[in-house]
């Protein structure tokens, strides 16, 4: 191999070639990482969620079966990265962006098998560094990402086992390129739910070379056998685990299965052939919404690398090329919200092999004379720098600049949480509507406790005494901040911090308050339900036909009994119902959101209950009456009066409303 007059040799010119692309692939999927994608969405915070868990020890296991269940790979190695770089957004989607560039040399390496070249090679892999899809999810601290990286590597290291010339190649090297292949093969299935197609594929793919290459079995049985059987020890682990809770392994394919029908299935086919070229992926976290897979030039060299590989379909790499293609659209076609870019992120290392493959066999058509050769070239480099132009400013300039990634990125949730964590720690955190077990939240939040209610439904008050921030999203809530101006006065009331969207409308608020609450009901009670829980009083107001009631609940002591309230209108027997309620609401406190087993002693809970009126009532006085009662049983819980006397019924009979 001779060197050229710039003192490199081909190979030594290839090398500065991909490590050029490879500069140009880190800084679309590392530019910017930590401000794009904004905020941290819930599946992000998940993994970093476990992540933690992982690094830290609590737990380990070889399957997360939260958040509808998710593959190891990626949670381990942000745990990884937590143990290296800090608990951090950046550290999360680090991760995704590193397996985004590997890809591009994993692919860069199969193209150097699959097509004997390295300048179709240097053509894959600067198409896949470029490619919007992929650098998209390359920037997100995501699973997927990790299918197309490891089912290459699987690909790359079993071409090689099959093609390895016996005389240059000892058996035992290609029975290690075998040993490796497996091992990779057995890997996808750690990375994402996608991946379970990759054994197809790989299937589809021997079976093919079985029907057309003669003697295939009898030169590479021996090594096939080894590539399975390592395969199948690799899964091992995971598998076992799945075939000994199948429900598990079954709960995310099953919540997104696609009707079966011939309708749906067809419908859903050409959605995901149109993705490619028409209307891609709508959802915002995976896509520019409804940008096309690839742009026109590399479309153009997709419709060219089909068409070249449909021409040569008789080659082991033309057939591995359309199966793939094929086989890794189907995660796509068989769910729903198709195209989903997320589901067929195994289709990106073939689009790029597609298009270089393509676009080499247009040049090689093309170029007969020198000016012709001359003439490709530029086209190619222009078309190239348009397709990389197009992406950045998709990316960067188009997707990066819509408002409309605060709500997707959980940008509100992720600052609220932050903000509340850093108030002093002598103050306690109560958080509206959102829950505290939300995984942004816990993120945002970083272990430090706060308590959630919704305070649409229900409202909260801390212990006497306590100094309490209150964190509002109040774009979604919009009556907590009244409530606290009634209970602690209005200059309390006012936010010490506001939290704007990316339109600088106000999204949420931090309310921070002090001193003694102000608990006034209109009517005061003192009834005593069971050990842990005090009727203080309640307030009436009606709405036309409806009688809405807020009741003061105070907690006396913890409790783990869910206890379901009810609040009944009584009378003489009612001739439809046969019964003397004559209207009624049973619920759990919140209308389910702020259960009894949540309450901390010395709390109290102001919810509200509301009671449609009857129409057809008999003129007369009607008992109110409230109360709780277990549901699994249907037990009511024991009721005192502020003397101590247990009351009729186990209810409180709270005023009689007279009708007409």
């Excluded at 106000?506 to 009901?521: C, F, Q, T």
Aim: one cysteine or more.
């Amino acid at each position: 191999m001779s060197p050229t007059r710039l003192g490199l040799t081909p190979r030594g010119q290839a090398y500065v070639a991909l490590t050029l692309i490879l500069l140009l692939a880190t800084f679309l999927r590392v530019y910017r990482i930590d401000q794009l994608p904004p905020g941290l969405h819930y599946d992000e915070a998940f993994n970093a969620t476990m992540a933690y868990r992982v690094w830290t020890g609590i737990e380990r296991p070889i399957f997360f079966t939260e958040d509808l269940t998710e593959e190891p790979m990626a949670i381990y190695l942000t745990a990884l990265a937590f143990a290296l770089f800090g608990e951090t957004t950046w550290a999360i989607r680090l991760v995704s962006a590193v397996a985004g560039i590997l890809t591009v040399v994993a692919v860069y390496w199969l193209a150097r098998a699959l097509f004997q070249s390295r300048r179709v090679a240097l053509l894959a892999a600067f198409t896949l560094a470029i490619l919007y899809w992929h650098v998209n999810f390359s920037r997100l601290g995501m699973e997927p990402i990790f299918t197309p990286l490891v089912m290459t590597l699987a690909f790359a290291f079993l071409w090689r086992a099959l093609n390895a010339p016996p005389t240059a190649e000892p058996n035992a090297r290609r029975i290690g390129w075998f040993i490796l292949a497996g091992i990779f093969f057995g890997a996808t299935l750690y990375t994402y739910k996608a991946s379970l197609f990759v054994p197809i594929l790989a299937s589809a793919f021997i079976a093919s070379e079985l029907g057309v290459t003669r003697q295939f079995w009898a030169r590479h049985g021996r090594g096939l056998i080894i590539c399975a059987s390592v395969a199948v020890l690799v899964f091992a682990p995971l598998g076992l685990y799945l075939a000994a809770h199948p429900s598990e392994f079954l709960e995310r394919p099953a919540s997104v299965a696609a009707t079966s029908s011939t309708p749906t299935l067809l419908d859903n086919t050409l959605k995901v052939a149109g993705m490619f070229f028409i209307r891609g992926d709508e959802n915002p976290r995976s896509n520019l919404p409804l940008r096309p897979a690839l742009d026109p030039f590399l479309a153009f060299g997709l419709i060219a690398g089909v068409i070249a590989s449909s021409v040569n379909w008789r080659k082991p790499a033309a057939r591995l090329l359309l199966l793939w293609l094929s086989i890794m659209s189907l995660p796509s076609v068989v769910t729903d919200f198709a195209p989903h870019f997320g589901r067929s992120i195994g289709v990106t290392p073939v689009l790029a092999l597609l298009v270089a493959f393509g676009l080499a066999a247009l040049g090689r058509w093309a170029c007969q004379t020198r000016g012709r050769q001359i003439a490709f070239v530029v086209l190619l480099c222009v078309g190239l720098t348009f397709s990389a132009s197009m992406t950045a400013r998709d990316y960067f300039a188009g997707w990066g600049a819509q408002t409309g990634l605060f709500e997707s990125f959980d940008v509100g949730y992720l600052a609220l949480a932050q903000r509340l964590r850093a108030q002093p720690a002598a103050v306690a955190l109560y958080l509206s509507p959102v829950e505290q077990q939300h995984y942004t939240i816990q993120f945002g939040l970083a272990r430090r406790d706060a308590r959630s209610f919704d305070g649409r439904r229900v409202f909260v008050v801390p212990p006497p005494g306590a100094r309490i921030a209150y964190g509002i999203v109040t774009r979604e809530d919009d009556r907590t901040r009244d409530h606290i101006a009634r209970i602690f006065g209005e200059r309390a009331a006012q936010p010490v911090e506001t939290i704007r969207d990316f339109a600088g409308n106000p999204y949420a608020e931090i309310v921070r308050v002090e001193g003694a609450p102000r608990i006034a009901p209109q009517k005061f009670v003192r009834a005593r339900i069971g050990d842990a829980i005090e009727l203080i009083g309640y307030d009436r107001a009606r709405e036309g036909n409806t009688l809405v009631l807020t009741v003061y609940w105070g907690s006396i002591a913890e409790t783990r009994e869910d206890y379901t309230v009810f609040v009944h209108l009584l009378g003489a027997l009612n001739p439809a119902t046969q019964s003397p309620v004559w209207a009624q609401t049973d619920t759990r406190p919140g209308r389910g959101t702020f259960p009894t087993a949540r309450w901390q002693t010395g709390e109290v809970v102001l919810d509200e209950y509301r009671l449609t009126l009857p129409t057809d009532a008999p003129p007369g006085d009607y008992p109110l009456a409230i109360g709780m009662y277990n549901l699994e049983t249907g037990a009511r819980v024991r009721v005192l009066d502020a003397s101590g006397v247990p009351m009729e019924s186990d209810r409180v009979l709270l005023e009689r409303i007279s009708f007409p």
